[in-house]
């Protein structure tokens, strides 16, 4: 059975005219309101252009994306090739999805049959319990690749060929990414892609943000870190929202336009042995505006097993996380997000803290 509440959507919640306050299911405990940001940091979020990542010369840029991935976990893409055009046609295509009226949404819902909850489709995230908070978000989750395990009857007829497009275009700037990253630690460009393996899986979660009366009150979105080896991020033109922590502070990360931001996910921390940090970040509502996302994440095979490869595994940095199948890591991930938890805690996967905490800033990578 589902919980009474899971087809509770919160565009719904959030419609009521008269709603002056969320429901209480939505409303943080007063420590956990998101009420603090650091004004000033958000100056500094690293931009990275991902078409000079590909120039073997170009130590630059290079440098740059050793430098974000170190300091943020995170980065803001240019160079990636989409044009303006088709990201606001992917935006537009989202914000009409979202404004359908229900039952045509519903019926790529994420509840069947009104008692099994799944991931994929349209919906709320799944709930526990009574007591968990709820995030004053709609999301709409998706299994892109491998293609051919798509199920594409939860796909809405006006998202599909985009969706198709924007698949192979983000697949493109990820691989570059990887590879560029395999560079930083020395390793041939495809270190991480075959880590991966061919029939890598990837997932879309595009969400939906009404306005909410008490922004100050709830979570758009709790604080996680991401299901992934790296998530690629696509946000609203006119609003901000994402947060993200940075020694101890959340910082905004702004409006970025055509640009994209690359979040590294908990799958890299474990590849890299926690040489590449997957951020903490969550999104903040607003009164008065609704607000859109679209993250595409990569994961390894879920048959394969993935730890620490022994290359940046020695004496001065042991492995940091023990070997897990990576289907574990993908289930284990859900009963994380539900209680606010990263999964590589949550399943114990992590060893070795002590030795991560005083590595913290002494990575070893390649000054090339
Ligand atoms: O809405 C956003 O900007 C971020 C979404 C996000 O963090 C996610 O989908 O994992
Ligand atoms: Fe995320």
Request: aromatic content about 8%; glycine content about 6%.
């Amino acid at each position: 059975m589902v919980h009474q509440d899971q087809e509770k959507l919160v565009q719904v919640v959030a419609a009521d005219v008269g709603l002056v306050a969320p429901p209480s299911r939505y409303v943080l405990s007063e420590e956990n309101r998101p009420t603090t940001v650091d004004q000033q940091a958000k100056l500094f979020i690293p931009i990275v252009d991902v078409s000079r990542l590909a120039m073997p010369d170009d130590v630059e840029e290079a440098a740059k994306l050793c430098s974000a991935l170190q300091s943020w976990g995170l980065f803001v893409v240019t160079g990636h090739g989409m044009s303006k055009e088709f990201l606001d046609e992917i935006l537009e295509a989202t914000r009409k999805f979202f404004h359908l009226p229900l039952e045509e949404k519903q019926k790529c819902g994420n509840v069947i049959d009104g008692v099994k909850f799944q991931n994929e489709g349209y919906g709320i995230d799944r709930i526990d319990s009574d007591e968990q908070i709820l995030d004053w978000c709609d999301r709409l989750w998706l299994q892109l690749q491998p293609e051919d395990e798509r199920r594409l009857q939860f796909w809405p007829q006006n998202l599909r060929d985009l969706i198709h497009e924007y698949t192979l275009e983000s697949g493109r700037v990820t691989m570059d990414v990887l590879k560029a990253m395999a560079k930083l630690l020395n390793q041939e460009e495809g270190f991480f892609i075959n880590m991966v393996g061919e029939r890598f899986k990837s997932y879309s979660r595009f969400t939906y943000y009404p306005p909410c009366p008490r922004p100050d009150l709830v979570n758009g979105l709790k604080p996680h870190t991401d299901n992934s080896v790296i998530t690629l991020l696509l946000m609203d033109k006119d609003i901000g929202g994402l947060q993200v922590l940075k020694d101890g502070h959340w910082v905004d990360v702004p409006v970025l336009g055509n640009d994209l931001l690359v979040v590294v996910g908990e799958g890299m921390e474990i590849v890299s042995n926690a040489i590449f940090k997957a951020p903490w970040h969550r999104v903040v509502t607003s009164a008065n505006k609704e607000r859109l996302s679209l993250a595409m994440f990569y994961q390894p095979e879920p048959e394969r097993i993935i730890g620490p490869p022994g290359v940046l595994v020695h004496e001065k940095r042991p492995a940091m996380f023990k070997k897990c199948l990576v289907q574990t890591l993908a289930d284990g991930y859900w009963d994380a997000f539900v209680v606010g938890d990263r999964t590589v805690d949550f399943l114990n996967v992590r060893i070795n803290a002590e030795a991560d905490a005083e590595l913290e800033g002494h990575a070893v990578v390649a000054n090339n």
